[in-house]
């Protein structure tokens, strides 16, 4: 396929870089030239602009962090709704709300033009060995079309439905899960801090039983060992998510009690002084709730 | 050792079968004598009374449910107290509360006894092949002298401290962790059916990502197969342990906002009538609350 | 009438003399004798024992701090059941638990003897000069003959139905209300100061709009000043009180998240050493949760 | 003083009005001119643009209900940033958030022109008989020229500060303050009608002792007598000021766990389809989460 890719990041350069190992023709674009060094020597093509990414291409990827940038891209003058051929895919890669992915579908489907959301699970290390999980949603032939590409990013592609906001409120949700996994860590941790246990004990009890996953192990070791200095995904941008994640149970008339101590738990670490450090911190703010810092 | 067990009951049952599988001598005390026909045939001797379960033994185990029947069995007029030799050791891995566990600890300190605690994580399949998770505490040279004990019942005794309570916290910790996921799914579940998505796309996300653990994987399945009526760990056991839960938290002095979320959906499972169902029908509980039932 | 009354507190105090100054035959009763030297130098009659304060009484009054305590009194060899006549009313004017109203019904009604439950409303101050709110539960003939007594311990009796818990019960939530309007106002006292705004400007807007009671008032003004080392009513009692709520509310199936968040505030004070302030205090909690302390 | 005012709703009417009894000079606009008969009657005069009623004006009043709406009416082409003149007041007496006055203050400030917020407590019934609360914010100076109308339009002023949005945060406290009592009061409802309590008996002991206020009073009522069809203020509405509150809790970094129950209360009412109801209507969304309805 020829393919577009817009927002070459972190995650971005590692997908960008599966998609070219899958032998597709690849345009790159970022407002940031510097990120497209390695992708072109890789053996992409840069584009100067989001027209010049877009047009004649059959899928053009967006990989950027806010709402609000995805839909300046999309929708500005001479953005991609100016610039993808009729019949093109705005494959849009990012974690978005629901709102936004609706503007978006609304135009690209004005313009004869489809989106596809594909929000994907994982970070930077999984983007480039192509492990990331992907939820996709839209309509089915556009999904289909997008199967190569999802087949080099990611491990797998959880098909959500065929609304793209679908794709967005599953991401979503698994991110609300995580939270209030972090949440009850955390409410665990200051319970046997309270009668003198070490927090190690209740971390193996966790992780060698009914928790032996990935959240508990990760976040919950470095809630054991403090060490939220070394920030994966910081407090702030918890929080970011936090808000979609509030829109989208406002819009779906969801109330969400457990997700709302969650929430509330990161603006206490923000005014706490915590927005920087990783979400594991959210074991220090529960600490200083229950008077132990 | 030779080693006294009461309460025979279906948990009892395969831990007892295990003791005696280690070799030891093993008398046995139920007040349904019927639950001891089997044990017995496998080897036990049974005894008529708590006080013939008792005497002369190192070590007497007890697995009964609630909270009252173990200080009763332990403090009536001819009990476990006035029964055990100086020195004799109650094990009790029943999951009970701090207060109780404090009041047979101080009684059988009096009595120049000892009480270990020794909580038991995962169900009767598990403790027939001596597969539990055990969490031990109390004074050192006792848990030691429990040792071949733990050995034959369970998979890993974690230890959390010299004193007995420290075990039940760490069991009740991993208990409110377990509500916590509950409601988390829940919430998760609610949300993405409002835009359409079938549950079982969210359960893959999870289980197949961060939430690869037998805690999503089991509760999830069952809200997602609505198979609540096949009844694991039914609601009002669940409130139950939330009780215990809380009152550890109020000694403690700890808020717990996330736990008490848990705890008013187990509440609200009950207030519409799904007490006896399996605690998976929180799911539901939330789509009540959601509008979606 | 002829009138028994056990527990001469601050509150018990105001109460019998109010009783006296009806015109009542009063014997009175305390543990501590040197709460009965003012009220019999004003005409009542000391009784060394709950049995001599019972005998041949047509009611008899209990005011006293804790279940335990009026479980104790009622139902020990010798005293208020194994004492009051038949027909003889016993009327618990304390605040207790849904559980120990049940209880002391129970009893009493085993002995052909009626309890009466009419909690109060109100301050010593007002004992003093009869203007107590008093709820009022229990069969109805009963509740009729303590009329006499009713009219001169309070201003008004709120009749709240013919099984004593339906007093406690109202009482309760009168008290979970007041909780809550606490939490409200902690959080806008917060909310104002962090941006700017003084504390005085949301205590006027309240209190001379929609909030101008006693309530908002009283505990909004120590909110404001933050006098609450002058202690009116402190957090443990508020934290013993949210116990009996807490427990009306699970005997009645009754989620209750906003109450909820009223009992973790009360928790975190403890905690933070603020056991001993005064409720008000909550402001300061909350300040704390949101960084301002 | 030469006043503007845009806006003649139910609440604009009455408050145009009172601005004409004080004698002042008074043009109106609205987009909706079949509002304007009235008041043109009553001797104000009508502008036939936005411009047209700010031109020359010393203060120009909005009253308009949604932050979209006072946005677009100030900052588009042609709009009060282009024809107040330098020094003009825009006087904004809607409840805005925090986000949209800080935008219309800086807008504002550029042209040379001052925001007051002057957010205002009380229903159409008390707008008309200049019995209003108003809380303002703003540069000292200009609130003091606002001074005259504050005085004919409200029965007191209560300064917050010299942001405007000062204003703002203590009106959406005042709210919060107010959601709180509703949800106390569903709770406290649901309560003594699990215990066969008619909800009239705590109505009674709450207006009659610590709750003596109209917050209470009003909507208590409503909740009693199940009146929820006549609408004050639809739960809608009450959803919109909760997103307003919301948001200035997220910009103040403030945890308000007690206004999040009062939020999801709201969310779960318009998931049930109580949407158009009156916010009293909180009472049986408690009581259907309690299984009473």
């Known amino acids: 396929m020829n393919v577009g890719f ?3 990041g972190r ?3 590692g997908m960008a870089r599966r998609i070219l190992s899958g032998g597709h023709d690849l345009l790159v674009h970022d407002v940031d030239t510097s990120h497209l060094t390695e992708i072109v020597a890789a053996g992409a093509r840069a584009a100067a602009s989001v027209a010049g990414v877009c047009e004649g291409r059959d899928v053009v990827v967006t990989m950027l962090v806010e709402d609000a940038t995805v839909i300046d891209v999309a929708l500005r003058n001479g953005g991609m709704r100016d610039s993808l051929p009729a019949g093109g895919i705005h494959l849009a890669m990012g974690t978005y709300g629901v709102a936004a992915i609706r503007t978006l579908a609304a135009a690209h489907a004005e313009a004869n ?3 596809v959301a594909g929000p994907v699970l994982g970070r930077p290390d999984l983007a480039s060995t192509g492990q990331l999980g992907i939820v996709t949603a839209g309509r089915d032939d556009a999904v289909e079309r997008c199967g190569p590409l999802f087949q080099v990013i990611g491990r797998r592609a959880f098909h959500a439905g065929a609304t793209p906001e679908a794709a967005t409120v ?8 995580l939270g209030s996994a972090m949440v009850a860590m955390a409410e665990g941790f200051s319970l046997v801090r309270k009668y003198g246990v070490e927090a190690q004990v209740l971390y193996d009890v966790m992780t060698e039983g ?4 990935p959240a508990y192990k990760g976040y919950g070791k470095t809630m054991v060992d ?3 200095d070394q920030v994966g995904s910081p407090i702030t941008v918890g929080l970011k998510d936090a808000n979609l994640i509030q829109a989208a149970a406002d819009l779906g008339r969801v109330p969400m009690p457990g997700f709302n101590v969650y929430r509330d738990r990161l603006l206490g670490a923000v005014a706490h002084g915590d927005g920087d450090k990783d979400q594991a911190v959210l074991a220090r703010e529960q600490a200083r709730a229950s008077g132990l810092e």
């Not at 599953?170 to 899960?177: A, E, G, M, W």
């Not at 009914?210 to 996953?213: C, H, R, S, V």
């Open 6 to 8: 817009i927002g070459l």
């Open 11 to 13: 995650m971005g350069q």
């Open 113 to 115: 033009q489809v989106l």
């Open 170 to 177: 599953v991401k979503l949700s698994n991110n609300l899960v």
């Open 210 to 213: 009914l928790f032996a996953a």
């Open 226 to 228: 403090r060490s939220w």
